[in-house]
């Protein structure tokens, strides 16, 4: 089977074979495929070879790193330029990653020159969160801008179906028994008088209509997104952010945003704003649930119509039992209580598996949730339904604990 080159000629399959295992295995004595590399191929190879080559990442005598993109900005620069070239997005945002990672390139971010030739993420947002504060005031206004535009994507991405799918919800969830014709919900009202059946007719006879209310535009509901701002919750804090906002754009849902470490943040008065509230963020450091809970809490007026989603690993670092009361204190008051492992599109997160299986056991089962999930999940806690558990990532129980 031929194949053709870059260069306008054929190869064997064995060849192409031989081309790509150089591609994958780098160059000097490693590779032993004998295949020499040109033109773009080579140009490849060194881009890989800057960042996964001999010495790439690793520990070197001394304590020093060992890396082809050396220290200087310029040499990143054009390092990142290439990737770009030769490699689709998806992969360039995981090299920028390693490279962050192998090569300790964060204070490389700390330069606006740097930022601007980065292809900005979800990831690239909360690595430039975790710097806010050693980051110098040349570049906080490049480092802005990178979020901001980050936030504008995912909003443009997540607001429309969030505000439909709630709205939805809402509505559904204002009852009314003497409902209009186009307000019934035929489904719970021929469930409701069932027991009206007419067999002759083979009809039911509905004695009592069910209907939706439509919502009015006085807060209908209270939402308070209780985020763990520790250093693994990166992404979830970028994702609750942004849905933070687009929630607090509803007239009929009234928002509170509250961030935690081992101290107790309320940002709900920087809500109209998702750039203002991440770098209002401080992601590291220690983790205390239940003093967060304990502030949550004493902010809930109306239980009943109340909606608390935590978001955070579980790693607790305050009183475990003191956390499990407040949440049982909650969920009693009539309070719908949901916990989220991750708010992300990572998949399934390191957590603590024993604080999990506890919190289902008082009817809070906490699991991962993509952002495409979060509409959904959020809908049924209005309307106090069972929430779309993903199976994957669900905990029903100490048992369930062990499917991850």
Known sequence: MNGTTRGGGTTSAADE??????????????????CELTGQD?????ALAALYGSGGGRQQPGGSRSAGLGASAPSVARWLGDIRTYFPSSVVQ???????????????????????????????????LSLNKAMPETTKETA?????????????????????TLTGALDRSARIQRPRHRDID????????????LPEYRTVVPERLI??????????????????????????????????????????IQTRLVVFDTAVVDLTDQLDD??????????????????ALAYCQSQITRPAETVVVLISDLYEGGIRNEMLKRVAAMKASGVQFVTLLALS?????????????????????????????FPDVMAAAIEKRPLPIPDATSEKGAAAANRI
Not at 225 to 251: E, T
């Open 17 to 34: 074979r031989l081309r790509r295992w150089r591609l994958v295995l780098g160059g000097e004595e490693a590779d032993g495929t004998g």
């Open 42 to 46: 080579a140009a490849m190879d060194g």
């Open 94 to 128: 995981v090299m920028q990653r390693d490279a962050i990672d192998r090569l300790g390139l964060s204070t490389m971010l700390l330069e606006p020159e740097m930022l601007e030739a980065v292809d900005a993420d979800v990831h690239l947002v909360g690595t430039l």
């Open 144 to 164: 802005r801008a990178v979020v901001r535009k980050v936030v504008e994507d995912l909003e443009k991405k997540l607001a429309t179906r969030t505000r439909a």
């Open 186 to 197: 035929w489904h719970r009202t021929i469930a409701a008088n069932l027991k009206h059946y």
């Open 211 to 252: 209907g939706y209310g439509r919502a009015a535009q006085s807060v209908k509901k209270e939402v308070i997104l209780c985020i763990d701002q520790s250093g693994s919750m990166a992404a979830s804090v970028v994702y609750a952010s942004v849905f933070g906002a687009v929630l607090a754009s509803m007239r009929s």
């Open 274 to 291: 998702p750039v203002d509230v991440l770098f209002g963020t401080q992601l590291g450091g220690g983790t205390d649930i239940n003093r």
């Open 345 to 373: 599109d990572e998949g399934a997160p390191a957590y603590d598996r024993e604080h999990a299986a506890a919190l289902a056991g008082l009817g809070a089962p906490a699991f991962a949730c993509t952002p495409d999930l």
